[in-house]
């Protein structure tokens, strides 16, 4: 994980990938909405953390806006060694996942 970090700090992310990313993201929730039910309560989340039913529609145009050169600076601000927390997972006390 660490070394896939480093590599998004030194390299970005594939454009294409990023443009998959952001697709997927904005047409699994279109998909989702497949009845006024669901369409309401998902517009009902977004209205009550804004107040605006519009916020919706402005958090796809801000995951549009999304560039590889974000997801690096927000990889070399926040994925920092003086914040890491590390954890094994292990079946005895000596660690290790086998």
């Known amino acids: 994980m660490i070394k896939a970090i480093e590599n ?10 990023l443009a998959k990313t952001k697709s997927n993201l ?6 989702s909405i497949d009845d006024p039910s669901t369409l309401a309560g998902s517009l009902c989340h977004y209205i009550m953390l804004t107040g605006d039913p519009e916020s919706l529609n402005k958090l796809y145009t801000l995951y549009d806006q999304v560039t590889v050169d974000d997801i690096k600076m927000v990889a070399n601000k926040y994925f ?3 914040g890491l ?11 290790g996942v086998k």
């Open 85 to 95: 927390t590390i954890a094994t997972i292990s079946e005895d006390k000596n660690g």
């Open 8 to 17: 998004v700090k030194q390299n970005g992310v594939d454009p294409d990938k």
């Open 26 to 31: 904005k047409y699994r929730f279109a998909m």
């Open 80 to 82: 920092v060694a003086d």
